[in-house]
């Protein structure tokens, strides 16, 4: 069975930074492309970031240069490095598969104050 597990959310004052943690478990981790993606109330979910097997990345405009993805292939772990949040990065961040996501975790909350 498939477990993604998020943590690393919280309270950040804008300009601020937090570090994000998937745990994975049920995939074969090292050869799926794997993603960050964002809802925020009212709005539908987003992909922040993504990153293939061979380590290549992805990020739209609106967290490039922002936000850095990696993995850790022996620890089965994504990570999403965030820096100078603002109040508009405010969202349940949630990671998963990216050519064919599976069922979704609970996700971890990011809020950022202004």
């Known amino acids: 069975q498939v477990q993604l597990v998020e943590s690393g959310g919280g309270l950040v004052q804008a300009g601020g930074s937090l570090r994000l943690s998937c745990a994975t478990s049920g995939i074969i981790f090292s050869i799926n492309g794997m993603g960050w993606y964002r809802q925020a109330p009212g709005k539908e979910r987003e992909l922040v970031a993504a990153?293939?097997?061979?380590?290549?990345?992805y990020y739209p405009d609106s967290v490039k240069g922002r936000f850095t993805i990696s993995r850790d292939n022996a620890k089965n772990t994504l990570y999403l490095q965030m820096n100078s949040l603002s109040p508009a990065d405010t969202a349940m961040y949630y990671c998963?598969?990216?050519?064919?996501?599976?069922?979704w975790g609970q996700g971890t909350q990011v809020t950022v104050s202004s």
């Open positions: 990153i293939s097997r061979g380590g290549a990345t």
């Open positions: 998963n598969l990216i050519v064919t996501p599976g069922s």
